[in-house]
């Protein structure tokens, strides 16, 4: 089966940079993808890699290595808005499911 | 705004009832997507439909059912619910070949 593992809970200060892992146990996958979510919010996509490497958007950026089952999100220049839950999610190529991890809190602080 | 909807947005309802969410897309999507979210916890696939089939099925209930319709709106149609049915339930669309989902405000249902 599939499976994403992500931290539980980070926490940063403004201003600073945080990296939110994600290991994964897949039999193949589409790519790695990323969403935040505020409290009472729905998700929203931040981030898509297909490709080994490195995706950047804004101050947003995510790591792919296939050969590693690892990817990152990079937040840099950290505000007190950042502070949501962050999940990655695989698509199963065989059965189109969609799985999400159990997501990564951040708190931002002052 | 993601360009999807959902109705209703709260739902309070007593255990071993039935309820129906409904989903429109946002224009051009064939895809739409059903995910289950409880408290605190994360978001679980339920099922996904494209262009009116059925593509791909999560951990989804028997008590739980859904279609799309050739208008590509969707329903959710929970049955003999019970108090672990209380979550929020999120659609999302997708355009045809892409991986971003479009997540919509979501039903919070309670079940009393």
């Known amino acids: 089966g599939q499976s994403l593992e992500q931290p539980s809970e980070v926490t940063a200060v403004e201003g600073a940079i945080v990296q939110i892992n994600c290991t994964y146990q897949?039999?193949?996958?589409?790519?790695l993808s990323w969403y935040q979510q505020h409290d009472g919010g729905a998700p929203t996509f931040l981030s898509y890699n297909a490709l080994d490497g490195l995706e950047e958007t804004g101050r947003f950026s995510s790591f792919l290595s296939r050969s590693d089952s690892y990817g990152y999100l990079l937040l840099q220049e950290l505000q007190m808005k950042d502070s949501a839950s962050y999940f990655c999610?695989?698509?199963?190529?065989?059965?189109?499911?969609?799985?999400f991890g159990a997501g990564t809190r951040l708190f931002v602080k002052a | 705004d993601s360009g999807v909807t959902q109705t209703p947005k709260h739902l309070i309802t007593a255990t071993g009832q039935r309820v129906t969410l409904r989903c429109s897309p946002r224009?051009?999507?064939?895809?739409v997507y059903w995910y289950q979210q409880s408290l605190d916890q994360g978001l679980q696939f339920l099922i996904q439909?494209?262009?009116?089939?059925?593509?791909a099925k999560g951990n989804i209930l028997e008590r739980f059912s859904a279609q799309q319709f050739p208008d590509l709106h969707s329903e959710l149609n929970l049955s003999s619910l019970e108090l672990g049915d209380s979550a929020l339930y999120f659609c999302a669309s997708s355009q045809r070949g892409q991986e971003t989902q479009y997540f919509g405000p979501g039903t919070r249902l309670l079940v009393l």
């Open positions: 999610a695989v698509r199963d190529p065989l059965g189109f499911k969609t799985i």
């Open positions: 439909y494209y262009n009116g089939e059925e593509r």
């Open positions: 224009s051009g999507d064939l895809s």
């Open positions: 897949t039999s193949g996958f589409y790519g």
